[in-house]
């Protein structure tokens, strides 16, 4: 029965590291996917914003089309970056990710089709845009945390248990 107890808290034991082994595996993947999500679409989302704003202020019809042709692959680039952030993270927080771009575009394009001076409603759509990206970093790091505490709380479980094992053993 000694023996037997031991091998049961022996087994506990090295269940318990490959449970944490692969939550923290999962976890730092998890993690590392949606931060290359996060970061490729600020990049876009800052390269976007750039074109929006120099095609406002140019006048130049030549440089024009060359921005419009940027400014078309960069919003084919935001979307397919969206739609991969729908499949792997959380959809609400990229759904107002995508609501927020599309917004953005709206209104970029009707500043461009005006050829005017950007109103004040493109501005509050790139603010928009700009806080449904932080919402979703925070959330990826809210995520984080929770799975941290999760991991600790399952690590004390299986920590009391063996102890349990041990002292009947004892």
Known sequence: LLVLMLVA????EISAIHSTESGAARLVEGQRSTL????AIQREEDSLS???????????????????????TLEQAIR?????????GDPKLWTSVKDS????????????????????TFFRSHEALISSL????????DTAAQAQVE??????????????LLGLAL
Do not use: H, M, W
């Not at 397919?80 to 792997?88: F, H, M, V």
């Open 134 to 141: 932080g919402a979703l970093a925070a959330s990826s790091f």
């Open 50 to 72: 750039a074109v929006f704003y120099e095609l406002a202020a140019n006048t130049n019809p030549g440089n024009r089309a060359d921005l419009l042709k940027r400014l078309e």
């Open 36 to 39: 290359r999500l996060i970061d």
């Open 101 to 120: 771009v599309e917004q953005f575009i709206a209104e970029g394009r009707a500043v461009l089709r005006s050829r005017k001076a950007p109103p004040v």
């Open 80 to 88: 397919r970056t969206i739609d991969a952030g729908l499949l792997s």
């Open 151 to 164: 991991e600790r709380e399952g690590s004390r479980e299986r920590v009391r248990y063996s102890l349990i």
């Open 9 to 12: 808290s022996v087994y506990i």
